[in-house]
C-alpha cells in the first residue's frame, strides 16, 4: 500500500540569484519599483531610501546566494526598517571569512581630463538614468604602452574596487562629448546590471544590457561615431 510521505523540515533552499533577479523579486514581494545595486562594501550590508517614489536598495554581492529564510528578512526590514533578521545577521557571521578578505587597493581618481570631465558626465548620466543609485568611482586610466596597444578597450568596469576607468585615448578634442557620455554609460550600466548567467554561463552584455544601452539618448550618434572614427 502506498502512503504519501510529508516532513514537517524548513524549504530554506539556497539558489543563486543575479542583480536583476533579485530587483525583480523584491518588487513583486513589496508592490512597488525598486532599484537594486550589489555592492563590495562590507560596512554597509544592506540599506535602503526612497527617491521619487523608487525604493533605492544597496546590498552586499554575498546576498546573491542566500536561502529563502533570509530573502524573506530583507524583505521584511525593507517594509519597515524595523524588522528583526536572525537569519541575515548568522547569514553574515558565517561568511566572516570571506568578507575578511583583503580588500583592494585604493585607486586613486582623476575624473578631470583636458578635454573631459568624467565626473560631470558621470553625475548627469546618473541622474537621468539610474536615479543617482550607481556607486562605483570614474576615472581615466592610465597611459602606458600596454594602455596603446589595447586602445580598443575604451572604457572598463572592475567589481572588486566598484570603479569605473575610462581609456585616456578618449580624451582628445577630436572626441565628441556625447561619445565619452556613451562609453561611461556603458560601463556604469555594467556597475548596476552586474553580470547575469543564462543556461548555466556568464553574460557580460545579457538581452537586458542591450536593451537598456539602446535608451542612451545619443546611441544612434554614437554608434555612427564610432563606425567612423
Known sequence: M?????????????FEHS????????????????????????????????????????LHRLFVVVDSGVLDEI???LKSRRAAMPRFR?????HREE?????????????QGKF?????????????YFGGAVTAAVTWGTSSARGAV???TLGSYSERSNTIRINPVLDRRPV??????????HEMLHAALGISRASGRRSVHSPEFRRREKLFHDYDNAVVWERGR
Not at 29 to 56: C, E, K
Not at 90 to 94: Q, V
Not at 176 to 185: E, L, S
Open 2 to 14: 502506498n502512503k504519501d510521505i510529508t516532513t514537517n523540515l524548513p524549504l530554506n533552499l539556497r
Open 19 to 58: 542583480e536583476s533577479s533579485l530587483r525583480q523579486f523584491f518588487e513583486e514581494r513589496l508592490a512597488r519599483p525598486v532599484s537594486l545595486v550589489l555592492t563590495g562594501n562590507s560596512t554597509s550590508m544592506l540599506s535602503a531610501r526612497i527617491r521619487d517614489g523608487i525604493l533605492l536598495v544597496r
Open 75 to 77: 524583505v521584511e526590514f
Open 90 to 94: 548568522k547569514f553574515i557571521r558565517d
Open 99 to 111: 568578507l575578511a578578505k583583503k580588500r583592494p587597493n585604493r585607486v586613486f581618481l582623476v575624473a
Open 116 to 128: 573631459h570631465d568624467l565626473r560631470e558626465l558621470y553625475d548627469e548620466i546618473n541622474a537621468r
Open 150 to 152: 589595447r586602445k580598443r
Open 176 to 185: 565628441p562629448r556625447y561619445y565619452v557620455a556613451f562609453v561611461v554609460y
